[in-house]
């Protein structure tokens, strides 16, 4: 394995054996509230891994670019070198978390079309949410970055919303992240797990993400197992 090149909060990137490749290895680790709570779930490296490979494929072949080539172990991906855009972007089909608090807005509320946000990447600032003036201002994204990447958004909950329901999963909301490779061309980089989606029971509304960990639930990894189960089961 190569040099240690980034090590976060849930992966860790190193400079793969091939120019223009990193690997990308999922770590057992758990945060919440900008790190201010910390755990572990079993196994959720293997799972995480498994689960972004899987919907990094889908994707890729519904046309959607990704830094995805490879899987390289139960925990690794191997990945497209990627500058990554300071920004996420979230993407909100149904009012859960601190949305329902910021907007006063109820619980389980369907948004159509689905709400966009954008957030600065930056986790010493609790990764605020910000709009385009403040990322010009900044000089953080300009605005044909910020269309292509809430484009791709747009098309990635077009993909991943029916998938997910057609495996009894309702897709809340996510968390992506994009990239620049070198020759310029914006793709999706990250991951897409129960750490960066919120999932529901299509039927129970039961939580089955990353909430149970941040709200004490219990069932944290039979909840991520559940949701691979039925993700790998089902596609």
Same mark, same amino acid.
């Given at each position: 394995?190569?040099?240690?090149? &980034? ?6 990137? &190193? ?6 490749? &990193? ?5 057992? #680790?758990?945060?919440?509230?900008? !790190? ?8 959720? $490296? ?35 070198? %990627? ?7 979230? /993407? ?21 079309? *689905?709400?966009?946000?954008? &957030? ?5 600032? !609790?990764? *605020?949410? /910000? ?44 968390? %992506? ?6 020759? !310029? ?8 797990? *129960? ?5 529901? #029971? ?15 639930? $219990? ?14 089961? $089902?596609?």
């Amino acid at each position: 394995m190569g040099e240690r090149l &980034y090590e976060g909060k849930a992966k860790i990137v &190193y400079r793969g054996d091939e120019p223009g490749v &990193y690997l990308m290895e999922f770590k057992d #680790d758990a945060t919440a509230f900008n !790190g201010q709570k910390k755990g572990s779930i079993t196994d959720k $490296g293997v799972v995480n891994a498994r689960l972004t490979a899987r919907l990094l494929r889908l994707l890729e072949e519904r046309g959607i670019p990704t830094q995805f080539l490879a899987t390289a172990g139960e925990r690794m991906l191997k990945v497209r070198e %990627l500058a990554m855009v300071p920004v996420e972007v979230v /993407v909100r089909n149904v009012a859960a978390g601190s949305l329902c608090q910021r907007l006063g807005v109820e619980k389980g509320r369907e948004f159509s079309p *689905p709400l966009v946000e954008l &957030y600065l990447k930056d986790d010493s600032l !609790g990764d *605020p949410l /910000v709009n385009r003036h403040h990322l010009r201002a900044l000089g953080k994204s300009d605005d044909a970055t910020l269309d292509r990447m809430e484009e791709l958004a747009g098309r990635i909950n077009e993909v991943l919303r029916p998938f997910f329901r057609e495996r009894g999963l309702e897709l809340v909301d996510f968390k %992506l992240e994009f990239g620049r490779t070198p020759d !310029g061309e914006i793709v999706l980089g990250d991951e897409i797990t *129960p750490d960066t989606c919120r999932l529901w #029971d299509a039927a129970t509304r039961e939580s089955l993400d990353k909430d149970r960990f941040r709200q004490d639930l $219990g069932g944290v990894e039979e909840a991520y197992a559940e949701v691979a189960r039925r993700v790998m089961d $089902g596609g």
